[in-house]
């Protein structure tokens, strides 16, 4: 029988969602009925730590670090019901021009032996694989992040979860809003995209939904937050994206500089509305960042049942040798597209058809657009 090795890596952000993709390429690829089916023996190797453990293992010593761990149908039996990743990750970028290191993992991969690797990732990981694939290197992707962000895919592993996060969490400050007739602002991650405070403010039932695609006017949100008071409302909730902005401004930015990938982190937009609405109506306002929080927790029932599918479709590619390729998810159905079309492209809110830009939050007409 022919035997073959390949590598499996989670880099970028954690998310819930990564642990059952892993555990479903190891259980699919070591698949004792299906080796008899394919005429081939897969091992599976885990690579810790993103593309940071291609970079700095070194074949040929003994790997002292851990930067390479053999997996099995046994070691990841119960990973699906954790979150984060049992690999662990970075945003370590090889080709950051800084410091371009992507020979090293070019050579490593072929030291190690392994004739494909499975990358999980959003969309820096994901650029990353589909640079590998363009100078021959035998990879397939599969897309996770709370952002929603990557296109030609309607799912990514770790959102279902984020939502769930934020709904949970505005439901406890609900009842402490209503208490103090307080108004919270809560800020979402999601960078650039608005889908995570979008469809977290619509599960949560927010009063007012913010999100990067639709420069917002504080006045206009103060007009609102008024006229919720003058029709008797006790205490409003707010949901905002941490790319979120006034028009005429730039994003909020958390700290000075930018990652490996060259992205800025952004935060601070909830409490920019929220000292606006004080300043400007006088109520008690409140702000709560929800942070990683967002990205914490076992997975929810969707993104284990996802991880699985995207995990057992990426070793399907592997096995037809069908290389560059994402799997995704179009209209319900498990599919595949070439990295190449995800390749500095986003996914965000379509505003015309997905958005209430008069009032601040998602659309009152569904099937009327
Ligand atoms: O891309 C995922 C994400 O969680 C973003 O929503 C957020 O802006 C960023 O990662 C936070 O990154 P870090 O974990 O480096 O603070």
């Known amino acids: ?172 400050l609900r009842t402490t809003a209503g208490s103090h007739k307080r108004i919270f602002v809560v800020e979402t991650m999601g960078r650039t995209a608005g889908w995570l405070a979008l469809e977290g403010g619509e599960s949560c039932g927010a009063y007012i939904i913010l999100i990067p695609e639709c420069d917002f006017s504080m006045d206009r949100v103060n007009e609102l937050v008024m006229e919720g008071r003058r029709a008797g409302t006790r205490y409003e909730i707010i949901v905002i994206a941490e790319g979120a902005k006034p028009i005429g401004s730039s994003e909020f930015v958390k700290r000075e500089g930018t990652d490996s990938f060259g992205r800025k982190a952004l935060g601070g937009s909830g409490e920019f509305v929220a000292q606006g609405i004080e300043e400007a109506t006088k109520l008690d306002t409140r702000s709560v960042v929800l942070s990683h929080l967002q990205r914490g927790g076992s997975p929810s029932a969707h993104d284990r049942r996802m991880g699985r599918h995207f995990g057992i479709a990426a070793v399907d590619l592997v096995m037809k040798e069908n290389f560059g390729k994402m799997v995704c998810v179009r209209n319900g159905r498990v599919t595949a597209c070439p990295l190449e079309n995800i390749y500095g492209r986003l996914s965000l809110v379509d505003v015309a058809t997905q958005y209430d830009a008069d009032r601040y939050n998602g659309r009152r007409t569904i099937l009327n657009t």
Do not use: H
């Not at 555990?23 to 698949?31: E, P, Q, R, S």
């Not at 009925?33 to 005429?39: C, D």
């Not at 694989?129 to 397939?140: C, D, F, I, Y």
């Open 1 to 172: 029988m022919k035997k073959s090795r390949i590598g499996v890596l989670t880099g970028g952000g954690d998310c819930a969602g990564l642990n059952p993709a892993l555990k479903w390429v190891v259980k699919t690829a070591m698949d004792e009925r299906l080796e008899w089916e394919r005429g081939t023996r897969y091992e599976v190797l885990g690579i810790r730590d993103g593309w940071k453990g291609l970079v700095n293992v070194d074949p040929a010593c003994p790997d002292t670090e851990g930067y390479i761990v053999s997996l099995n149908p046994g070691i990841v039996r119960t990973w699906d019901r954790y979150g984060g990743t049992m690999l662990g990750t970075s945003r370590l970028s090889p080709y950051d021009p800084k410091n371009d290191q992507s020979k090293t993992v070019i050579e490593n991969i072929e030291r190690l032996g392994l004739e494909a690797v499975i990358a999980i990732g959003g969309d820096g990981t994901l650029a990353i694989a589909t640079r590998l694939s363009k100078e021959g290197v035998n990879v397939v992707g599969i897309p996770k992040t709370i952002d929603k962000d990557l296109p030609e895919t309607d799912y990514t592993l770790g959102f279902d979860t984020a939502l769930n996060v934020i709904t949970e969490e505005v439901d406890r």
